[in-house]
């Protein structure tokens, strides 16, 4: 099995094994073990649930550090509209992107046009399509992988679009590249991200050889230096011209803002890994053939609710609805030249979507069916309140465990009761 | 291979139960994907399996299913009590429905239920008594292999 890269690392000397993160894990990817926190690789879905519970800051998203995103000859921002939201709504947006040149970076790229045409290509692509039902929005990579791995029969209903931020990375490097006469491999494309599970699809895409964006720095990171710079701005020094990346037309920061565009009549709009869980259940079912298109997010509410913001969700979706009044929802996008290049695949997937299953309990089926009954046999033994002192989340994790050899019966504290007393 | 190498289990479903509906055919699903079938045949196991305890959440007063998966079949049973189907020929045409209005409304009584099983299973048998109650058995062969 290869090794799968995740953005999450657990700094052992700062883990005091207190298992918030591995009550939290919506996969069971953690387990306790020498008071120490550790992820099973292929359960891990990247969703960053258990960097924000970690009470010790023992769990941290390797997103670059801003320095070291800076080391281009041309560095270009592609900031996730999320963080607009982050600043109040009276602060003029387009000193945010004012601010992000003075804090280093040449020029600033604005993703709503990526975002307006991507939905124009994800209607066009539901128009002629005739398969099975419903498609599943590409955009969030924890959602991605949580399907390859738990659901791989659904994989192939994942929408095969590009998503909006390496459409608008590619566009724009090609377009520099051009303008400036200077390689692309000089310019470096830095995404400024609301959670860790996008460095996933930058370091390891898992439709395409390579992202086209080079580098991820999270909002939390850049938010330090970049509200310095955004407060030393005068209103009568904003540009107002000259900021090539903002018009917030469509931003896809909140939950429901894709399938409002994509403008499918039956359409799901869900976020949360659990209630995710339960629509693709549904899915699975064929409950749900009647609807034609699911955006499913991992964290609540959306990109807004992603782990490395530095402001709360509700406060960021009322700031959020602001500038959407404000800056307007105005769609700008040829829509003929977007089908036109649609028709030609300038949105497709380099490589289709493959599904990443879980190893089954064993690769003999006869064999995978003894094990499932002892797995059951040794759950009904246990005591079934989930204590988590064995070092898994759940006693049926913990049965699991034993039968794929990976933990022992004797690490369950009340057997041990049971026999002393 | 051997065949005798059996994984059982037993469920209750009950009829109007539509807060649970549909959990039974989720665990059994997660069931076979996690013993590893492959993933094609657990497919059409989950959507007989939905389609049936529908029936019975719909139709029934309450029910039994009971799944017995070896490495080279599964086979799923719905053994329910309640109003029966007076002609199971008629039932088992496509678009043959007794929901009421309200039902469709909801979304169900398309007249796909049983002819989708039938669909997706290898083998399929159905006996019913008015006033008694259906059962129904449907098998999908496995090949033996991990999924």
């Known amino acids: 099995m290869d090794r799968y890269y995740h953005p999450i690392e657990i700094r052992p000397e700062l883990c005091n094994g207190r298992m918030k993160c591995m009550r939290i894990c919506p996969t069971r990817a953690i387990r306790v073990k020498q008071g120490k926190a550790q992820i099973i690789?292929?359960?891990?879905?990247?969703?960053?649930?258990?960097?924000?519970?970690?009470?010790?800051?023992?769990?941290?998203?390797?997103?670059?550090?801003f320095a070291s995103s800076l080391n281009f000859k041309y560095k270009v921002a592609l900031p996730s509209p999320v963080l607009f939201s982050q600043f109040r709504p009276e602060a003029d947006p387009r000193k945010v992107v004012q601010g992000?040149?003075?804090?280093?970076?040449?020029?600033?790229?604005?993703?709503?046009?990526?975002?307006?045409?991507?939905?124009?290509?994800?209607e066009e692509y539901l128009s002629s399509y005739r398969g099975r039902l419903p498609l599943i929005s590409q955009l969030c990579p924890a959602v991605v992988r949580l399907i390859q791995v738990?659901?791989?029969?659904?994989?192939?209903?994942?929408?095969?679009?590009?998503?909006?931020?390496?459409?608008?990375?590619?566009?724009?490097?090609?377009?520099?590249?051009?303008?400036?006469?200077?390689?692309?491999?000089?310019?470096?494309?830095?995404?400024?991200?609301?959670?860790?599970?996008?460095m996933v699809s930058i370091k390891q895409p898992a439709e395409k050889e390579s992202s086209w964006i080079d580098g991820a720095v999270s909002i939390a990171d850049v938010f330090g230096p970049l509200f310095a710079a955004v407060s030393d701005i005068k209103d009568e020094d904003v540009d107002v011209d000259g900021s090539e990346g903002f018009?917030?037309?469509?931003?896809?920061?909140?939950?429901?803002?894709?399938?409002?565009?994509?403008?499918?009549?039956?359409?799901?709009?869900?976020?949360?890994?659990s209630d995710v869980t339960q629509i693709l259940d549904d899915i699975e079912n064929s409950r749900l053939r009647d609807v034609e298109f699911v955006e499913a997010m991992s964290c609540?509410?959306?990109?807004?609710?992603?782990?490395?913001?530095?402001?709360?969700?509700?406060?960021?979706?009322?700031?959020?609805?602001?500038?959407?009044?404000?800056?307007?929802?105005?769609?700008?996008?040829?829509?003929?030249?977007?089908?036109?290049?649609?028709?030609?695949?300038?949105?497709?997937?380099?490589?289709?979507?493959?599904?990443?299953?879980?190893?089954?309990?064993?690769?003999?089926?006869?064999?995978a069916i003894e094990k499932k009954k002892q797995k059951d046999t040794i759950y009904t033994s246990l005591p079934r309140i989930d204590c988590g002192c064995c070092g898994a989340p759940t006693c049926l994790a913990f049965a699991e465990d034993i039968v794929r050899g990976t933990a022992k019966l004797e690490d369950c504290i009340y057997r041990e009761e049971k026999q002393n007393g | 291979m051997s065949d005798d190498v059996l994984f059982f289990k037993e469920f209750s479903i009950m009829g109007k139960d539509f807060s649970n509906a549909g959990s039974v055919s989720t665990e059994i699903k997660s069931i076979l994907k996690e013993i590893g079938f492959d993933r094609l045949i657990v497919r059409r196991a989950a959507i007989a399996s939905y389609e049936a305890e529908m029936n019975v959440v719909m139709y029934a007063k309450r029910a039994v299913a009971r799944l017995s998966a070896t490495p080279t079949s599964i086979k799923i049973e719905f053994q329910d009590e309640g109003q029966g189907i007076a002609d199971v020929d008629l039932a088992l045409e496509e678009g043959y429905s007794t929901a009421?209005?309200?039902?469709?409304?909801?979304?169900?009584?398309?007249?796909?239920?049983?002819?989708?099983?039938?669909?997706?299973?290898?083998?399929?048998?159905?006996?019913?008594?008015?006033?008694?109650?259906?059962?129904?058995?449907?098998?999908?062969?496995?090949?033996?292999?991990?999924?």
Not at chain 1, 41 to 59: H, Q, R, Y
Not at chain 1, 186 to 196: E, K, L, M, N
């Open chain 1, 41 to 65: 690789d292929e359960l891990c879905v990247d969703c960053g649930a258990c960097i924000t519970v970690c009470p010790s800051g023992a769990i941290v998203p390797l997103t670059d550090p």
């Open chain 1, 150 to 198: 738990k659901y791989p029969d659904l994989t192939e209903l994942v929408a095969p679009i590009e998503v909006p931020r390496e459409i608008a990375a590619r566009d724009v490097k090609q377009k520099l590249s051009r303008e400036l006469g200077v390689g692309l491999e000089d310019i470096g494309v830095i995404y400024i991200t609301t959670c860790a599970s996008k």
């Open chain 1, 300 to 367: 609540l509410g959306g990109c807004i609710g992603g782990a490395l913001v530095v402001e709360n969700m509700y406060v960021a979706r009322s700031s959020t609805n602001s500038l959407l009044r404000k800056y307007g929802s105005k769609f700008t996008a040829d829509r003929d030249k977007v089908v036109e290049k649609f028709r030609k695949g300038h949105y497709s997937l380099e490589r289709e979507l493959a599904p990443r299953p879980l190893r089954p309990l064993d690769p003999d089926l006869a064999k």
């Open chain 2, 100 to 147: 009421t209005p309200e039902m469709r409304e909801m979304g169900f009584g398309a007249g796909m239920g049983l002819p989708n099983i039938r669909h997706n299973a290898d083998e399929f048998d159905i006996s019913s008594e008015v006033d008694k109650g259906t059962h129904l058995i449907f098998t999908i062969h496995a090949d033996g292999n991990n999924g």
């Open chain 1, 247 to 273: 018009r917030f037309s469509a931003g896809w920061s909140m939950l429901g803002e894709m399938t409002r565009l994509v403008g499918s009549e039956h359409s799901i709009s869900v976020s949360g890994l």
């Open chain 1, 100 to 122: 992000l040149k003075k804090i280093g970076f040449d020029y600033v790229c604005d993703v709503s046009d990526a975002c307006e045409e991507v939905s124009i290509a994800v």
